[in-house]
């Protein structure tokens, strides 16, 4: 399988693409240039931009709510965009200034799961962090570069990526609980190096891999069952979208603070699309309990643009 360039415009960083249901819009996020960016895919499968939003930070993703607001992971703090526009910032949830948060998504039960990256290079303890409301849980804390995250259509599994390790983990979840047990590994690449993830209505994962344009199809016994390239190295995250959840989305960079190598590779920063023959599942939403919670009705003071 061949992706085909979708987008006329090319990103920094995109990453972290989510498709809205409710609205038939898809969203994702440029993370160097601060912008969560909303996008309507036509008939031909290709991506028109539609409204961004820009804050003064990095962005790490953009999470839907059962609320119709936007969750967005803005460098050490959540943010929540109401319908209006109008934005409210949570507090941080960690205080040293040489991490960022990176992705992010809610979990079947409603929580929301977000993890973290190093700004000042090698770290072997970044987080990821479960939050439900004032309760914030950390999951992991061993990380070298927090990464993608799913879930198995049934919420009993549960998917995440170290990316430095190169290692996708695996764990037992609980969706009435919200919780998840010890992880053991599922995969681990030998080339490239695994970042954005979803799943697939079969349960099969499908993995981004940087620094090898491509991405690959495991199924649930760890095993490479396909394989989509993709004329950008840097590819960065995936997911389904479209009406009927069959038109694969993949984001892919053209810049990493200056450090990308993408001479001969012009369409390096855009939106990929293809069709795999598979379906997705719908996003799950972040509940209204995890934003009441967690998110003041008072702005903290935070510039959120």
């Not at 990380?143 to 993608?148: D, E, K, M, V």
């Not at 609980?174 to 681990?188: L, M, R």
Request: glycine residues 10%; hydrophobic residues 40%.
């Amino acid at each position: 399988m061949i992706a085909t360039p979708a987008t006329d415009r090319a990103f920094r960083l995109a990453e972290g693409p989510v498709w809205d249901d409710r609205t038939q819009r898809l969203l994702w996020v440029d993370i160097l240039a601060g912008d969560v960016l909303i996008g309507s895919l036509g008939d031909d499968d290709r991506i028109s931009i539609v409204d961004e939003l820009h804050f003064p930070t990095m962005v790490g993703a953009v999470a839907l709510t059962e609320a119709d607001d936007l969750l967005v992971a803005a460098l050490d703090r959540l943010v929540r965009v109401s319908p209006d526009g109008s934005r409210r910032a949570g507090p941080p949830l960690f205080e040293d200034a040489r991490r960022r948060f990176n992705d992010g998504k809610a979990d079947p039960s409603g929580r929301y799961v977000v993890g973290t990256m190093s700004l000042s290079g090698h770290s072997s303890a970044e987080q990821l962090f479960r939050v439900h409301g004032a309760d914030v849980e950390v999951v992991d804390d061993d990380l070298t570069l927090s990464n993608g995250l799913a879930w198995t259509s049934d919420g009993s599994r549960m998917y995440s990526v170290d990316t430095l390790t190169a290692v996708i983990r695996m764990r037992d979840h609980d969706s009435t609980a919200g919780s998840s047990g010890e992880w053991t590994p599922f995969a681990t690449l030998d080339a490239g190096s695994p970042d954005g993830i979803c799943i697939d209505a079969e349960d099969h994962l499908w993995v981004a891999v940087w620094g090898e344009g491509a991405v690959l199809r495991f199924s649930p016994d760890g095993a490479v069952v396909d394989r989509l390239d993709v004329a950008a190295p840097f590819t960065s995250s995936v997911a389904f979208a479209g009406p009927d959840l069959d038109v694969l989305v993949i984001t892919t960079a053209s810049d990493d603070h200056g450090t990308l190598d993408v001479v001969g590779y012009p369409d390096s920063g855009r939106l990929f699309t293809a069709r795999p023959g598979v379906r997705g599942v719908p996003s799950a939403r972040v509940a209204a309990s995890v934003l009441d919670g967690h998110v003041p009705a008072v702005d903290d003071g935070m510039p959120v643009g």
